[in-house]
């Protein structure tokens, strides 16, 4: 198991690197010409807040997030990610960062795809003190939303979900993500 989740940790990490890079040459190679708006204006700032609830616990999570569009259709961005989660007697502290691409087929529907990488402080609660374990936990989110304006809400599905690892009470996520 531990094998298996240094390999998918690995993957991860590499593939994160791996789009991030890509998009930086992307974008460095832009031109910019007059009368059109440059990168930074048409960031769009904002984020997503999300609330699961399981059987023995809960898990809340904040992502502050900028994301660019790329299109009409198409957007794609960073997050920060800060999540706790208490389960029986275990307690989870997570924070990472994530890569987010959103795409709108028609303005009401939102698809969502966020690969994400977290650094997990879970301590035991064992009548005192208890043991601590700090490890990396990849999830990786397909969405499905429905957007008004500024904000969508729906769910996310982590295709990458380990139950005895993952910060996340569940699979499938509900959350409400707002951009300005």
Excluded: H
Excluded at 162 to 169: L, P, R, T
């Amino acid at each position: 198991m531990k094998v298996s989740r240094k390999i998918t940790q690995n993957y991860l990490k590499n593939s994160f690197f791996l789009l991030l890079s890509l998009l930086c040459i992307y974008y460095s190679q832009a031109q910019y010409t007059p009368g059109q708006s440059d990168f930074w204006s048409q960031v769009r700032y904002g984020g997503s807040f999300g609330l699961g609830f399981t059987n023995g616990g809960f898990n809340v999570a904040l992502s502050p997030s900028a994301i660019y569009p790329v299109s009409d259709t198409f957007a794609a961005g960073i997050s920060l990610n800060v999540n706790y989660a208490k389960f029986n007697e275990a307690k989870f502290l997570a924070y990472g960062g994530s890569l987010l691409s959103l795409y709108n087929p028609i303005p009401q529907i939102q698809l969502s795809a966020e690969l994400e990488q977290l650094r997990v402080n879970q301590t035991f609660n064992l009548g005192g003190s208890g043991p601590e374990d700090n490890y990396w936990s990849p999830a990786l989110f397909f969405g499905l939303g429905y957007t008004t304006r500024n904000a969508s809400i729906g769910l996310r599905y982590n295709v990458l979900f380990d139950e005895n690892n993952s910060i996340y009470a569940d699979a499938l996520i509900p959350f409400i993500r707002f951009f300005f």
